[in-house]
């Protein structure tokens, strides 16, 4: 499997400019997390999916913000509009199958990293 | 709240130099402990899950321990490409819950 696929890998764009992140979940996992890390809050949570439906988006920081899951293969986050303060690296991570309340890993993408002018 | 405290922020051995990370939490009902590791530039590598206290794990050079209240990683013999910054995270035994909640990290460096 190649693993979680983010693009782009890095962004760079003005500021009021919409910009669209988009990631690919491993295959067969039904859980999708996206974060987001700045050295001065580390790796925060943004929001997570359960086959495709939104569960818990408590940390989207603004109305900015919004994520998508139409499929179980893809997801976007969008941030329209882009400000300087959103410059950071983001994530996307998916997770196993949870047939038995076990906590299961999340796996990584390689993040895009959104610089903001 | 969650919460989860790594130490020390930043470490460095030399080649050899055997050493421990410290990673205390405080959820309200744990069900996983997990450990990563970020190189620069990457994303957060998957390392070890960890369920209850008592339990261990091991790969390779690392070891992971586990007590109702801090987790150890324990690196042994560490080796340059050892180098990385070691995450830790909890996921609580919430309803549904399956988010993690991450510590700021333990950036190591294993000097030649």
């Known amino acids: 499997d190649a693993g979680v696929i983010q693009s782009p890998r890095h962004e760079v764009t003005e500021m009021g400019q919409e910009v669209t992140l988009r990631c690919k979940p491993i295959?067969?996992?039904?859980?999708l997390f996206w974060y987001r890390q700045t050295m001065m809050r580390g790796l925060e949570l943004l929001i997570y999916?359960?086959?495709?439906?939104?569960?818990?988006d408590s940390g989207m920081p603004e109305d900015r913000f919004s994520a998508k899951m139409p499929n179980a293969s893809f997801s976007t986050l969008k941030i329209q509009p882009s400000e300087p303060r959103d410059s950071a690296v983001y994530f996307c991570?998916?997770?196993?199958?949870?047939?038995?309340?076990?906590?299961?890993?999340?796996?990584f993408g390689p993040g895009t990293r959104l610089t903001v002018t | 709240e969650d919460q989860v405290t790594q130490s020390p922020e930043a470490l460095r051995l030399q080649e050899g130099e055997s050493s421990s990370l410290n990673c205390s939490y405080t959820?309200?009902?744990?069900?996983?402990l997990f450990w990563y590791r970020q190189d620069p530039g990457k994303g957060p590598e998957f390392l070890f899950t960890?369920?209850?206290a008592g339990e261990e794990k091991e790969k390779e050079r690392l070891k992971a321990t586990l007590t109702k209240k801090e987790s150890f990683l324990h690196i042994t013999a560490p080796k340059p490409e050892d180098s990385a910054t070691y995450l830790c995270?909890?996921?609580?035994?919430?309803?549904?819950?399956?988010?993690?909640?991450f510590g700021s990290g333990t950036q190591l460096t294993v000097l030649p």
């Open positions: 960890l369920y209850s």
């Open positions: 295959s067969g996992h039904d859980y």
């Open positions: 959820v309200s009902g744990l069900r996983g």
């Open positions: 991570a998916s997770s196993f199958r949870d047939d038995r309340d076990q906590a299961y890993e999340q796996y």
């Open positions: 999916f359960n086959n495709n439906v939104p569960i818990d």
């Open positions: 995270a909890v996921q609580a035994r919430r309803g549904s819950a399956r988010q993690l909640t």
